[in-house]
């Protein structure tokens, strides 16, 4: 009799030993399934719910648009004319950042307490499935280890390799190991619990999980190729797609420090207007003027954009020029003189108007 009851306490002691063991192990795998499953679900509900966010790259621009005028900061409008790529990326984290600050506690962290609410049933749907498959099958503790890690695969990165090297031998009653489990795994859900904020949540993401990522995925990957005039980038939804790039509405190309031959003038000419007059241009790359009319015969960059000639402009961009001339002349040690005297009918639009015209336009 005492030999029985000292095996049983072994058992016992060594069931209690394996199930501490599986939920410690389990503590890691089960914060990364939380963080990520999060981040997808906030990752849709941005989509749905953040004006910026909830359309195309055309949308983005636009928000990212109002967003410099709102600001007036010149720097950002040089990052986002020179580095858009960059710009919209950076846009993109900051929206991300600031909504997962502000709805942290309104939708953030319930989504995180619903998926570990959820993950710590399937782990003891898990743990009792198998110590009903060990029985059926009259099997033992490696079955029931086999069995309830394959249970998991799918939510969590957890595996009998994570469970290798552990004794488990003198385990014979796995009734016992999914009691022991069942009482442990609360205190490590909970320990886990206590560290959800907003401080920890972006840090604890695996970087391909973000919601800033994935959402920079989503909306960023198409063509960036600039107009080699005016740097409006092409809106074709495609990377590397085949045909001509383009865009709907050009800008000054000025603001690519295009200025009149033998001047210091910057210029104050819009892509669209420019190649339907009889004027010339020289390319960046040759002293042999190109007439505009035949853009195309530059060749390199300037053969690879279809430019349509019409007469429509962003007003936009001519009240940016008006808001930020010094700057620009600063910046391109030229002026807006002479032939580049900015016309008085662009310093008649405000800044609100021209936020206006963007939901006409873009």
């Not at 241009?281 to 279809?306: I, L, M, N, Q």
Request: with cysteine.
């Amino acid at each position: 009799m005492s030999d029985i009851f000292q095996k049983y306490c072994h058992g016992a002691t060594s069931a209690a030993i394996l199930g501490q063991i599986i939920c410690q192990k389990l503590k890691e795998p089960i914060v990364q399934s939380v963080y990520k499953n999060t981040a997808r679900d906030l990752t849709d509900e941005m989509r749905s719910n953040c004006e910026s966010l909830n359309g195309s790259r055309s949308n983005l621009e636009k928000h990212i648009l109002k967003t410099l005028a709102e600001e007036e900061d010149f720097d950002k409008y040089m990052d986002y004319i020179n580095y858009p790529r960059n710009h919209f990326k950076s846009f993109i984290r900051d929206e991300v950042s600031r909504y997962i600050t502000d709805q942290f506690s309104v939708s953030v962290l319930p989504k995180m307490e619903e998926n570990i609410k959820c993950l710590q049933q399937k782990i003891m749907k898990a743990a009792h499935d198998s110590t009903e498959h060990v029985q059926l099958n009259r099997g033992d503790v490696s079955l029931w280890l086999k069995s309830f890690t394959q249970q998991l695969s799918d939510q969590l990165i957890f595996s009998v390799k994570n469970l290798s090297g552990l004794k488990h031998d003198d385990v014979d009653d796995v009734n016992l190991l999914e009691d022991v489990i069942r009482k442990e795994l609360p205190a490590k859900i909970s320990d886990i619990r206590s560290r959800f904020n907003t401080k920890t949540f972006p840090v604890k993401l695996d970087f391909k999980f973000r919601p800033d990522e994935l959402l920079i995925d989503h909306l960023c990957q198409c063509c960036w190729v600039q107009c080699p005039f005016c740097k409006a980038i092409c809106t074709n939804t495609i990377e590397n797609h085949d045909g001509d790039h383009s865009v709907a509405i050009h800008r000054n190309n000025g603001l690519n420090g295009w200025f009149y031959i033998g001047t210091t003038n910057l210029s104050i000419n819009i892509c669209t207007s420019s190649v339907a007059s009889d004027g010339h241009f020289f390319p960046s790359h040759s002293d042999d003027k190109v007439p505009w009319r035949e853009y195309r015969r530059a060749g390199g960059v300037y053969a690879d954009w279809s430019i349509t000639p019409d007469l429509s402009e962003l007003p936009y961009w001519k009240w940016f020029v008006c808001r930020f001339q010094k700057d620009l002349e600063k910046y391109y040690n030229k002026t807006f003189e002479g032939s580049g005297k900015i016309p008085d009918n662009w310093r008649t639009y405000s800044k609100h108007e021209a936020v206006e015209t963007l939901e006409k336009y873009i």
